[in-house]
């Protein structure tokens, strides 16, 4: 079964400073997709970030952008410019290719932003 | 478009007692799910359906049951509340197939105490 690991609980970042979380996974297959999804207070689970494996240029949204190393299994999301509004718990999420696949989760990290 | 749709957003229930948690979803997606999020656990996988008629287990079933009569709805039963089952549920779907990493979307959670 494929597991995600998300070894940092918690990280702190000063606004308008770059923050990277890490996520490894584990896997047996060579074409999934992977996430990070962010959840405020509100607890709304809100989509950061995908990547498909088989595309090796890196993911990037805005201020957010991946470091995906395929080799190592590794899927670390970067914050540039951080903003109050990116305190949140941020998931890493792995999803094979089949039609009926789940998505697994790590168990996250608390990002808090300070002034 | 509403999206998904959770309801109730809380509730409290005694051991014991049945309930519904119902969603809702109006995206046309084939794939819907639940999953529960606990505590420094992330969101685990409770059940889900790729179509009408077809419902199966993920990793934490059981307590559990689901139905998938029509394409947009996908009610969790608690057949007989326990406190373990004192959590933040998660109803969320997807589209099945195309070429790219089709992402699940949330409903806005559900949060259940068992007294």
């Known amino acids: 079964a494929q597991t995600v690991t998300q070894s940092q609980p918690e990280m702190s970042v000063q606004e308008a400073e770059t923050v990277t979380l890490s996520c490894t996974y584990d896997?047996?297959?060579?074409?999934?997709?992977l996430f990070w999804y962010k959840q405020p207070p509100s607890r709304q689970m809100i989509l950061v970030i995908r990547?498909?494996?088989?595309?090796?240029q890196n993911a990037t949204e805005n201020r957010f952008s991946v470091n995906f190393q395929k080799a190592a299994k590794s899927f670390s999301l970067k914050i540039s410019d951080s903003q109050l509004g990116d305190a949140a718990m941020y998931f890493c999420?792995?999803?094979?290719?089949?039609?009926?696949?789940?998505?697994?989760f790590g168990t996250g990290t608390r990002l808090q932003v300070t002034l | 478009n509403a999206g998904v749709t959770q309801t109730p957003k809380f509730q409290v229930l005694k051991t014991g007692q049945s309930m519904t948690l119902q969603c809702a979803q109006d995206?046309?997606?084939?794939?819907m799910s639940w999953y529960r999020q606990d505590p420094g656990m992330g969101l685990r996988l409770i059940h889900y359906s790729v179509g009408a008629g077809i419902t199966d287990q993920g990793e934490v079933p059981n307590g559990y049951n689901v139905s998938r009569s029509t394409t947009e709805d996908f009610p969790l039963r608690l057949l007989s509340a326990a406190p373990s089952q004192t959590s933040v549920y998660f109803c969320?779907?997807?589209?099945?197939?195309?070429?790219?990493?089709?992402?699940?979307?949330f409903g806005a959670g559900s949060r259940l105490t068992v007294l």
């Open positions: 896997t047996s297959e060579s074409d999934y997709y």
């Open positions: 995206m046309n997606h084939e794939y």
């Open positions: 969320a779907s997807r589209l099945v197939g195309g070429s790219g990493a089709n992402v699940l979307t």
């Open positions: 999420a792995y999803r094979s290719t089949g039609t009926a696949s789940k998505l697994t």
């Open positions: 990547q498909e494996a088989y595309k090796q």
